[in-house]
């Protein structure tokens, strides 16, 4: 079988730099970091995909829905489906109970409104889940989240030692754009990796999940961080390695969760 090949894109725009820093609303230079996602990374994203017939998925706060209706129309006429990415991007373990709540109802109105479509399928803004979110993450009807590092198979969501029917669908720093390109100058000394580096880490990546029965790959990237010409090469010859190797298969988040949920719940005991 081939291995699903899941591309994603975390569209935070100014978001990504607000949530880090309180004050940051007020520094239009630190802003300008964010923005250059919606506004030319991700025409570049949204090119090489269509160049590939690529499926992928984006998940994107609902503030930065509502900021760049034109971007989210892109999205949508180049056949992609958005999912939930909260509302301001605000660190879900900084935020209380209520808080979180209303993050989601917030994120979820603003897609629903912009596609037409509830979303399926949530990644925390913050790389982490709260005592709350997969109750949350059950209230609003996800199908999927993706957000744990802990195996290379999707499996069923577990909330404190209960089996949910959310189905899981993990990633990986190294697979993560972030920590190889993204600069701050809060982090002073920091190296960003060389594109090439990049590339070989991912596609030595690809060759080693591919091999193993049950697994998926999962990128998960940012067009502010992603978008630029030196990055996106990276991610094109990762993309054109897996398409030589013939082993792949592109597909989004959405529809792999729903392709492996049956045999997930069967496995589990638990009604489809």
Known sequence: MPTPVLLTFDLDAELLWTARDPAGDR???WLSQGHYGPKVGLARILALLKRYELAATFFVPGLVVERYPAQIEAILEAGIVIEHHSYTHEWSDKLGPEAELEEFHKGWDAIVKATGREPRGWRSPAGELTADSVRYLEQFGMTFSSNLFDADTAHLLADQGRTTSIVELPFA????D????????RLPGRTMAAPSAVAESWTREYDGISQEEGTHFMLAMHPQV???PSRLWALEETIK???AAGTGEFVSCADYA??????????????P
Do not use: M, Q
Not at 173 to 176: A, F, I, R, S, T
Not at 178 to 184: I, K
């Open 27 to 29: 520094k239009p230079v």
């Open 226 to 228: 992603i978008g630029r």
């Open 258 to 271: 729903d392709r492996v949920r049956p045999a997930l719940l069967a496995e589990a005991g638990l009604a």
């Open 173 to 176: 720093w190294v697979l993560d």
């Open 241 to 243: 390695h897996i398409l």
């Open 178 to 185: 972030a920590p190889f390109f993204l600069y701050s100058n």
